[in-house]
């Protein structure tokens, strides 16, 4: 089994931060309001300082309203796509696999256009609504896992890429992780051992 992070690591960039961006330049006057908080909030999410149920709770109410707005949401979705398909790594293509896994911070809702687009079967994304513009969970570090396991049980993974330390609990239950800097892929455990 072979199991990849998305954001940094098959995609070029953050897809949640590019999706802000894509709105951004479509509705400046709405988005402008949120951007400081968005970004504040995103940057202590990544950091650690705030908790996943304390961003669920940042961003919950701003993006209820904002999804108020659209009479078809998944539409923007497809348009934002037709613009950053081209972000995905060759990287991933020049080793991607029938039976790949992608298990992401990304909402699903996102997650599931990009994925169809490009041959990945098997997908796991942040549990958001657009429609009812509501936060389920986040699949990130620890809700990660929980979700993963969720979904495939007390399995071994024989292969996890990411670019993250935050990603630490996949790479605990992997025999073997691959660190993914840019266009570089470093393997840093080994048969269950680190290197």
Request: net charge negative.
């Amino acid at each position: 089994m072979r199991v990849f992070d998305f954001d940094n690591t098959i995609y070029d960039g953050e897809s949640i931060m590019d999706v802000f961006l894509y709105f951004l330049k479509k509705d400046f006057k709405t988005i402008i309001r949120y951007a400081p908080k968005f970004i504040k909030d995103f940057i202590r999410y990544k950091f650690d300082k705030i908790t996943v149920d304390e961003a669920m709770a940042s961003y919950g109410a701003a993006f209820k309203e904002y999804c108020r707005k659209y009479d078809n949401i998944y539409e923007e979705f497809e348009k934002f796509w037709d613009i950053n398909e081209k972000k995905v790594k060759q990287i991933y293509f020049d080793i991607q696999q029938d039976d790949d896994i992608v298990v992401s911070g990304c909402p699903y809702c996102l997650l599931k256009i990009i994925c169809d687009r490009i041959g990945i079967k098997h997908y796991i994304g942040s549990d958001i609504d657009p429609i009812k513009g509501e936060i389920n969970n986040i699949c990130y570090k620890e809700h990660k896992l929980e979700v993963f396991r969720s979904v495939y049980g007390d399995v071994i993974i024989d292969d996890f890429y990411t670019d993250s330390m935050a990603d630490k609990p996949m790479m605990d239950i992997s025999k073997n992780v691959f660190m993914v800097e840019g266009n570089k892929i470093t393997q840093i455990k080994k048969d269950g051992t680190k290197i």
